[in-house]
């Protein structure tokens, strides 16, 4: 077994699932539950698992309370929540042994719910909200309220941090708080009278959250979009990058309007499509301000022809990613790193376009406001390719900093005086020799005026055919991309560096994989593992792989795009890149990872856990 | 158009405007278009209303597409930034450069493939937000640059070079702008200079989305005898009702007309345009009326031109988003960041 059954070894060290039916408010309990967790200093993990509908269907919430900090699912179920009477014959096999199912008893289901291996436990939710409050609407939210209750006491939850926390949510709603507080007290209560409470798995008390917070990738991009000093956001709405626009604009709301007279120091556009979208940003950047689109794959899709264009003519613009399944419409609400090859080579002709991989809502941050600097200094689009996991889950992040020392690099971009000095301006001329040319913005002066085109240019912005000056300005684009490789951010990299087997990886896989490092290290097996931060891949990159008689390539796809990525843009002999693969839409669990490892080298593939 | 580049120098007896520039500062490169484009014509009419207004050259930014009429923005005022962008999508390159600096000229040009076809969902949101913008449609009913195809502006009857008959009903911009809730919209001829010149003047002071419809004949694929876009058939089928006449905020209006046949429109800059109605009973300010006039004249074959519809009180985009005054890529960094202190005041709730 990967974890121990022991239950003393199972304080802070556990995972709960929540199974409930989507449009029924069960994420406010659900986040009440994880947050509390939380603030008692234990280190948490939550994935909503969403379908694509506002009403009805099933959804499930994850929590992963683990003391050890780590960030992402073991692959286990502890405690299920079943709270949906139609999934409850897959809740019900989805518990690892030992485990336990809470259902709700106002209507026992003794017949359905039978595992010898596992204690099932029935609370009659309904019923108890049936005979406290009113409302059809007000029972249903409640008794997501009373199950927070019920495991607040079956795992020892701090009632006063709970109690806490809904008064910050209903701060100026007394009347909710107080049907609240009451839905949480009588779970608490039931629990107390009928079980023996705690349960062998609950929670203590620990000292590891301070100086983390809980956000959202998208959120925390938003943030970078607003440190970096963007103005214009134009977009198309489009699950799951809206909820970045949406905080991109409730932070300017409050931080870029003037109180007094409403005047606004931002532009949001919400576009007719993503065509547009991108359109607008590639006009606002031109223009001289900072200009983003969040989006997701079928948004690239539509925007390629004009992500060949910004490559060609050499303009600014920043895209974020935020990867659902494909292909086509795909699952909208499912995470998959599936557009690698999408991104780095959009657009027809030879495009090569620079990529960020952050890990976290933290790297989101850090990254958003790091791909406005390269893509003004690079002039050319950057993308930052975040996925549902990390944009619409929260993740416990240390606390976000800012520099106020910062300022934006807003790359070789000529003002009024240093055009007056010029004889003539020439739009593509590599003067410094690191294939970036100089720009000029409209307005500013007659003299650094040129024409912007898609169509053939010579290196001093005219209309060409001619096939010696068109490949002048090819073959320095492609220097321009060489210089990008020293300014992304470089490889990370853990493990000793000597050993003989490697893991690359990239994005939202991190955390799996770095459980995966620790839980094969007991095994036995020691990897070394590089995190690749960025496209083009630096230097560093081709050492690892070539320092490694085999790398396992983790990735969330099911055509290995890292692994082609490497292969056409490094050296390395393909036959040492082995893939594990992971592609069900499910945030990667480090189960799969050891697994795959395990298998990889020989070793009996022992079945861990339930793997999603 | 002429293939022999001409020479930079200005002859010292040629007039000069406000700025003590020529008509010669205001052009732009040599045009590649075939000899008796219509096209050339309004280039032409748009060199002489910015050499008119006095404007800065490098206020302009000229935006296109792609096609004929879309390289036209290289054609004039070489002083101001071009930006040829993709098929039927510079609508969406001005909203983000409109967006980003809201004190300049922004003038796109386009055909009628570029707006009426690939780009027709991209005309109408521009048309929805009120760009603060002139939008010139260089429209001959036909695919220059593919040789020959229809347009979606060719009438029903309306016949190709080789004779083939267009059965396809027209999608007709102005129409189409006066149903979008368009606050400037005009048609032109390009062989009507007089016209054209005030009209674009006026389109680039008006606070808003300006439509000028422009007949712009393709001499090489829809010249010919049959075809509704020909010189000779706008010729015979054109009619004004109203003609704009500029007028700047410190000039007078002078000339005499009889009482009845004039209206004025204040501008938000101040300054007002003058209309000259020529059909008496017709006013541009009424948007379902303008629409039931063309709607009737169309329907006898005759194209309506002039200032069709006017309406200065619409809301631009910058107004309808609340943009601060100062054009938001000058406003410096410290206006834009809420600061590390700001920043712990914002990751509170998420604790």
């Keep these: 077994m990967l974890h121990a059954a022991d239950s003393k070894d199972r304080i802070n060290d556990f995972v709960i699932k929540l199974a409930n039916v989507n449009g029924t408010g069960s994420a406010s309990a659900n986040t009440l539950l994880m947050k509390s967790i939380f603030r008692m200093g234990v280190p948490v993990m939550g994935k909503n698992y969403f379908p694509s509908n506002i009403q009805g269907l099933p959804t499930w919430y994850e929590i992963r309370v683990t003391r050890d900090g780590h960030v992402a699912r073991s692959g286990r179920v502890d405690i299920m929540v079943a709270m949906n009477a139609e999934t409850y014959a897959r809740d019900l096999k989805d518990v690892s042994p030992g485990g336990y199912f809470i259902y709700d008893s106002t209507w026992p289901r003794p017949a359905l719910l039978k595992r010898d291996d596992i204690t099932i436990l029935g609370v009659p939710l309904a019923r108890m909200c049936n005979e406290t409050f009113q409302g059809v609407r007000a029972r249903i939210l409640l008794k997501n309220i009373m199950y927070a209750g019920l495991l607040g006491a079956l795992l020892d939850i701090d009632l006063d941090v709970m109690r806490t926390m809904l008064g910050e949510s209903y701060a100026n709603k007394k009347a909710l708080l107080d049907s609240n507080v009451r839905a949480l007290e009588i779970g608490y209560a039931y629990a107390r009278e009928h079980f023996t409470c705690p349960l062998p798995l609950h929670v203590a008390p620990m000292n590891a959250t301070a100086g983390h917070i809980m956000i959202d990738g998208n959120t925390a991009a938003a943030l970078g979009c607003l440190y970096a000093g963007a103005t214009v956001g134009a977009w198309y709405p489009i699950t799951p990058s809206t909820s970045l626009m949406d905080a991109f604009k409730s932070f300017c709301q409050k931080w870029r309007t003037d109180p007094q007279s409403g005047a606004r120091n931002f532009v949001i556009v919400q576009c007719e499509d993503e065509l547009a979208a991108i ?12 200009a983003f689109t969040p989006t997701s794959g079928p948004g690239i899709s539509l925007m390629n022809e004009f992500i060949g264009l910004a490559y060609y003519s050499e303009v600014p613009a920043v895209i974020f990613d935020i990867q659902r399944v494909g292909p086509s419409t795909g699952m909208p609400t499912r995470t998959q790193q599936c557009d690698l090859l999408l991104a780095a080579y959009a657009s027809h002709g030879d495009t090569r376009h620079v990529l960020l991989f952050p890990n976290s809502p933290e790297e989101c941050f850090y990254m958003a406001a790091q791909a406005f600097d390269l893509a003004e200094r690079l002039q050319t689009p950057v993308f930052v390719m975040s996925d549902l996991d990390i944009g619409m889950n929260d993740w416990m992040c240390p606390t976000l900093q800012w520099d106020d020392a910062y300022r934006p690099d807003r790359g070789k971009v000529l003002s009024r005086e240093q055009i007056e000095e010029l004889e003539k301006f020439h739009r593509y001329r590599d003067l410094d020799g690191d294939g970036i040319p100089y720009r000029t913005l409209p307005g500013v002066h007659p003299k650094g005026a040129y024409f912007t ?43 000793t560096g000597t050993q003989d087997i490697g893991i690359v990886s ?63 843009e490094t050296a390395v002999d393909k036959a040492k890149l082995r893939s594990i693969l992971h592609y069900s839409g499910l945030p990667l669990a480090s189960s799969i990872v050891v697994e795959g490892v395990l298998a990889g080298v020989g070793r009996q593939p022992q079945r861990l856990a339930v793997t999603g | 158009m002429s293939f022999i580049a001409k020479p930079r120098v200005a002859h010292p007896s040629l007039p000069r405007n406000e700025l003590g520039l020529t008509r010669r500062d205001y052009e732009g490169s040599m045009s590649t278009l075939c000899a008796g484009c219509g096209h050339d014509s309004v280039t032409a009419a748009i060199t002489e209303a ?82 603060n913008m002139l939008y010139i449609i260089e429209n001959n009913g036909v695919y220059g640059l593919t040789k020959g195809q229809f347009s979606a502006s060719a009438d029903v009857g309306s016949k190709a070079k080789r004779g083939e008959e267009n059965r396809q009903p027209p999608i007709d911009p102005v129409l189409t702008a006066l149903t979008l809730g368009g606050s400037f919209v005009a048609r032109s001829f390009s062989g009507d200079k007089e016209q054209l010149v005030p009209l674009i003047i006026a389109g680039l002071k008006h606070r808003g989305f300006a439509l000028i419809d422009v007949l712009s004949p393709c001499v090489t694929f829809n010249d010919h005898e049959g075809s509704t876009k020909s010189y000779a058939y706008v010729r015979d089928h054109y009619d004004a009702v109203v003609n704009a006449d500029f007028v700047a905020p410190a000039q007078e209006i002078t000339a005499s007309y009889a009482a009845g046949e004039t209206m004025s429109v204040a501008l938000h800059d101040g300054s007002n345009i003058l209309l000259r109605k020529l059909d008496p009973s017709y006013d541009p300010t009424d948007r379902t009326k303008a629409y039931n006039y063309l709607r009737t004249r169309m329907s006898h074959g005759e194209y309506v031109t002039g200032l069709i519809h006017i309406d200065e009180s619409s809301p631009d985009f910058h107004e309808v988003n609340a943009t ?22 914002i990751l509170a709730r998420y604790r």
Aim: charged letters at 20%; proline letters at 4%; glycine letters at 12%.
């Design chain 2, 50 to 131: 910015a050499w008119e207004m006095s404007m800065r050259p490098e206020q302009l930014v000229k935006l296109s597409g792609i096609g004929c009429s879309s390289k036209t923005t290289a054609y004039f005022v070489s002083g101001g930034h071009g930006f040829n962008s993709v098929h039927g999508r510079m609508p969406s390159i001005a909203t983000g450069a409109i967006a980003a600096n809201r004190d300049l000229y922004y003038i796109g040009v386009s055909g009628d493939g570029d707006t009426l076809s690939i780009g027709f969902g991209q005309f109408a949101h521009a048309i929805r937000r009120n760009l």
């Design chain 1, 506 to 568: 990239l994005g939202s896989c991190d955390g799996a994989i770095r459980e995966a490092t620790d839980l094969l290290a007991r095994r036995g097996i020691e990897v070394d593992y590089m995190r690749v931060r960025a496209f083009p891949f630096g230097p560093e990159v081709e050492e690892f792989l070539a320092a490694h008689s085999v790398s396992f390539v983790v990735e969330q796809n099911r055509d290995a795009q890292l692994r082609s990525l490497l292969t056409l």
């Design chain 1, 453 to 495: 085109r898609g169509s053939g240019h010579n290196q001093y912005g005219a209309y060409t055919e001619d096939s010696a000056e068109y490949q002048i300005v090819l073959d320095r684009l492609q220097r321009k991309f060489d210089t990008a490789r020293a300014l992304v951010p470089p490889a990370v990299f853990a493990g």
């Design chain 2, 324 to 345: 601060t005054a100062t054009p938001i890529n000058q406003l410096s960094y410290e206006q834009l960041s809420p600061g590390s202190e700001g920043l712990r005041k």
């Design chain 1, 279 to 290: 359109g607008a940003v590639i006009g606002a950047s031109w223009n001289g301000a900072r």
